[in-house]
């Protein structure tokens, strides 16, 4: 008996299946079976369902209260694929792929399609965009094939099934949601802007700090308009490039703090108001749309809602379930411990392999025990900030942890020379083709904006780029190695995690980049945090094989999410 089994929607509302074989092709008669959740729920033997797209099979199954253990994503492995053999940007789809295998005409992609808050999931895409059971797995089992030919198989199949466990993680967050009060959103919408004007008008506090900018500049000033507050400046004698916070906080002037504190509740507004509010809460859970593996990066989107920027205020609003609890879980200086996995520095494997903070840890080796230091080296050698202090200081760096500097140096020499460039799993840098801040954006490369207030641990601001020359690629290649090796192992320890909770009530709600909230009941949160960091251990020797580097986590069992920080 197989335990993988292929399902491809029917255009009669139900589904044909088939066993698969070793080689990918059905082993069995193919049947067609008229109820799609009865047919995975009647075969809890198969370990691993081959589909065309997660997002088509898997949300309806989750609403008759189905789950699947592992699957098989055939559209995101085309992705990963296509990357590989420097293709990246060509047509992704089923359809496409079985056109490239057939010699015909190659359809492109449908556009993705919008957010849409009161959206139900349907049960499968339009007509269109299916394909036969025979010709889905035609282009399965050639894409085992191409899997053989990569430059290291294990990986790389490592890598595929990885991404499609994310599909499954994000499907299966999407459907429960983030634990969401309501009530406290607007008492707290309340509390920072003030009442609510008929017709849609900005709130109370902001009209308020709105005046008060205008009354500083001695004239109708319109603070949510840049180019307004710019010449404001100008007119009163101060030259400024443009609104952002760290620019503008050096200037002074008496219309500087009215126009910082608008700026900052303007954004809650606009982004967390009560429009939003209204949008994307609803029955007590937050719903954005997880989009697994949505940057080149392989860095999680959503696909509208925001999810990926809460701002702190706003976490008071994320409040677990009566008797239950949030298990909020941050990875510690992930990017610096992936670093010393990819490059198999001694020095820098032996210092994050010790317990407690790894900057310090450097800093003791290298920066006679200045943190700061030793942390804006580390960051400056993954970010590529080797310019002036940080040129100084990744020398000292090089002299002590060479292979490392080495590693990300080369992965940067490649990207000018236009080399494709590979994560340790094999996820595939694309050439940088438009603006170099456009790229490093998509890529979820930290760059120059008007919203940024600060970096979480692990990230470093880094200036935009004006055109997409050979440095700018060089940087963006030099962080690719280091965050897309990270956002690998991200996949592997939700993969894990998930694995471990499947029995449990417990269920993953949100994930962004090295942070995990699990919602679960009070009685579970100490399982949950050993979970987590047997998940993270797990991950570790799954993707970069045996090491002296940990994974360590900083977890808080708490109610409200913002009293994990």
Not at 64 to 78: I, K, L, N, S
Not at 198 to 203: D, H, L, Q, R, Y
Not at 238 to 267: G, M, N
Request: charged share 25%; net charge negative.
């Amino acid at each position: 008996m197989t335990d993988r089994w292929a399902l491809a929607p029917a255009e009669d509302g139900g589904v044909d299946v088939a066993p698969l074989g070793p080689d990918g092709l059905p082993s069995g008669p193919v049947r067609r079976e008229s109820d799609p959740a009865g047919a995975v729920r009647s075969r809890p033997e198969v370990t691993r369902w081959v589909w065309r797209s997660t997002a088509e099979v898997y949300p309806r199954l989750l609403a008759t209260g189905v789950r699947v253990a592992r699957c098989y994503d055939v559209e995101d492995a085309e992705t990963l694929l296509l990357g590989h053999e420097g293709r990246y940007g060509e047509p992704r789809s089923a359809a496409a792929a079985l056109a490239r295998l057939r010699g015909g005409p190659v359809p492109p992609d449908p556009p993705q399609r919008p957010a849409d808050p009161g959206a139900q999931s349907p049960l499968f895409e339009p007509a269109g965009a299916r394909l036969p059971l025979e010709d889905l797995l035609a282009v399965y089992a050639d894409q085992q094939r191409r899997h053989e030919r990569t430059a290291r198989p294990d990986r790389m199949r490592l890598l595929t099934a990885a991404e499609s466990a994310g599909m499954l993680v994000a499907a299966e967050m999407n459907r429960a949601g983030l634990p969401w009060s309501a009530e406290v959103h607007r008492e707290l919408l309340h509390d920072l802007l003030g009442e609510r004007y008929a017709g849609g008008g900005e709130p109370r506090r902001l009209a308020e700090l709105a005046d008060q900018v205008s009354a500083a500049f001695g004239r109708r000033v319109r603070p949510d308009l840049p180019a307004d507050v710019v010449k404001a400046f100008a007119q009163a004698g101060t030259k400024v490039r443009s609104t952002r916070r760290r620019e503008i906080a050096s200037v002074d002037h008496p219309a500087v703090e009215p126009l910082l504190e608008y700026k900052k509740l303007y954004r809650i507004w606009v982004a967390h108001g009560w429009s939003w509010l209204q949008d994307w809460v609803r029955e007590g859970r937050f719903r954005p749309e997880f989009l697994a593996g949505g940057t080149v990066t392989g860095r999680w989107v959503t696909n509208g809602g925001g999810a990926l920027q809460i701002p702190k205020v706003i976490r008071r609003a994320v409040v677990a379930d009566p008797g239950w609890r949030l298990v909020v879980a941050d990875a510690d200086q992930m990017e610096p411990r992936v670093l010393a996995a990819i490059s198999r520095d001694p020095g820098l494997m032996e210092v994050a392999g010790r317990p407690g903070d790894l900057y310090q840890a450097v800093s003791d080796r290298a920066f006679s025990g200045d943190r700061d230091q030793a942390k804006i080296a580390v960051l400056g050698a993954v970010y590529g900030q080797t310019s002036g202090d940080g040129l100084k200081n990744l020398a000292a760096l090089r002299r002590r942890f060479p292979k490392a500097v080495a590693y990300v140096d080369e992965a940067a020499r490649a990207g000018e020379e236009g080399r494709l460039v590979r994560t340790w799993l094999g996820r595939t840098c694309p050439p940088v083709t438009g603006a170099g801040e456009d790229a490093a954006e998509e890529a979820g490369i930290p760059v120059a904006d008007d919203d940024a207030e600060g970096r979480a641990d692990g990230q470093a601001w880094i200036p935009g780029h004006s055109s997409a020359d050979s440095r700018a690629r060089g940087r963006f290649a030099r962080n690719f190695v280091v965050q897309g090796s990270a956002a690998d192992w991200a996949l592997l320890l939700l993969a894990a995690l998930r694995q471990t909770l499947w029995d449990m009530r417990a269920e993953l709600v949100f994930f962004q980049h090295d942070e995990v909230i699990v919602h679960c009941p009070a009685e579970e949160a100490g399982t949950v945090v050993e979970a987590v960091q047997d998940a993270a251990g797990l991950a570790g020797r799954l993707t970069f094989g045996e090491t002296p580097v940990r994974f360590p986590f900083t977890t808080a069992v708490v109610e409200c999410y913002a009293d994990a920080k």
